[in-house]
């Protein structure tokens, strides 16, 4: 089993930054791989962006080269750099272990 605390969400004009972050705990061994969903109201659950324990990434079409995901491997912790955000990254944001973990879900609202 493994747990996941995420932190960071809130309130952003558009243009603005915010960052999520995403603690680990539990059985965590070998190679994994750690990301983010997110799911806007009325909207299907989405994959955002991804990172393996081995460091490679995948992001969405719509997030390439505003958001960049990152990893502490000692901390067991990812974050999820998001820059330039438009009201459409509205969503609650979800971290996610290897696909069958899931966190509680932290909400990002960008608005004027």
């Known amino acids: 089993q493994v747990q996941l605390v995420e932190s960071g969400g809130g309130l952003v004009q558009p243009g603005g930054s915010l960052r999520l972050s995403c603690a680990a705990s539990?059985?965590?061994?070998?190679?994994?791989?750690m990301g983010w969903y997110r799911q806007a109201p009325g909207k299907q659950r989405e994959s955002v962006a991804t990172?393996?324990?081995?460091?490679?990434?995948y992001y969405a079409d719509s997030v390439k080269g505003r958001f960049t995901i990152s990893r502490d491997n000692a901390k067991n912790t990812v974050y999820l750099q998001m820059n330039t955000l438009k009201p459409e990254d509205t969503a609650v944001y979800y971290c996610?272990?290897?696909?069958?973990?899931w966190g509680q879900g932290t909400q990002v609202t960008v608005s004027s």
């Open positions: 996610t272990f290897n696909f069958n973990s």
């Open positions: 539990g059985s965590i061994f070998g190679i994994y791989i």
């Open positions: 990172i393996t324990s081995g460091g490679s990434t």
